[in-house]
């Protein structure tokens, strides 16, 4: 267990830290009311207006809680050249983070989830506007170029993937050999259809569901969770691999140690009502890189 002193150590050098966030960036809409009645219509809830909110979302939303905890972000992502992407702009220019990374591409949508709640926080619908369709080569350019130019200063790589176009095989492959060359770790949010692409990754964060589908494993118990870990970690191939599991806590297993055997841990949570689950993950990942890149291991990390 850690001390308060290793903790409070470890926390001040969030400062120091400089992390790039490179992946698929969205914004999430909020529209929020009251239901009162049921549609004449159809069998569905009537909801009144109240107000809305838009959050930052994927890609996004690593680097806002990163920013957050105090570590310096740069962040990599395209949207479209439309009002989702002006109203996710000026949600990264309000929570401080430099937009100069973030490509604007006319003939794409920004990726946009808008979701219907209800006062008590009750989700009613969700609608999804985006694409998945391959980048131009210009903004592919654009983002290899820029990559490189940080790479050097950087401590952290994290690669957020939500199979939005974005992340390519030849990107993730100029990726990673600059991160290898440099020597900055790369941390991976990962999608089961091209886990190769993440091959050589310092770690790989997947749910349990993106876990079972990649393993074709069931994941219900922690001796389950190990084995899953266990086949992630050669199968991908990555050094780590964390499995979130809900309100079963964390899986570990952590191969980062030097001299040392792979470490496996079981990481409880806290049982609370949590009625939004919206950018758990993405949270995860982002408290995790900004630990190892201030000093903390994988272990004191999760």
Known sequence: MLSNQRVDAIIQRFESTSIIVIGDIMIDQFVIGQVNRISPEAPVPVVKFNHEEFRLGGAANVAHNIRKLGGRVSLLGVLGADDAGTQLLAELKRASIDPSGVFSERERITTRKLRVVTSRNQQVARIDYET??????????????????????????????????????????????????????????????????????????????????????????????????????????????LITRGEHGMWLTDGSLP???????ALPTTAREVSDVTGAGDTVIAMMALSVAAGANLSEAA
């Not at 001299?259 to 841990?265: C, I, N």
């Open 132 to 241: 998945d369709k391959a980048l131009s080569r210009g903004i592919v350019n654009k983002l290899s170029a820029l990559l490189k130019s940080q790479i050097a200063t950087a401590d952290v790589i994290v690669v957020s993937d939500y199979l939005k176009g974005l992340l390519t095989q030849e990107l993730m492959a100029e990726l990673f050999l600059s991160a290898k060359d440099h020597g900055v770790p790369v941390f991976v949010d990962p999608k089961a259809p091209h886990l190769n692409w993440y091959s050589g990754c310092s770690l790989i964060t997947p749910n349990h569901h993106e876990a079972e589908k990649a393993t074709e494993m069931r994941i219900q118990t922690e001796d389950e969770a190990r084995t899953a870990a266990s086949t992630l970690q050669t199968s991908v191939p990555c050094t780590s691999v």
């Open 259 to 265: 001299g040392a055997d792979r470490v496996e841990t």
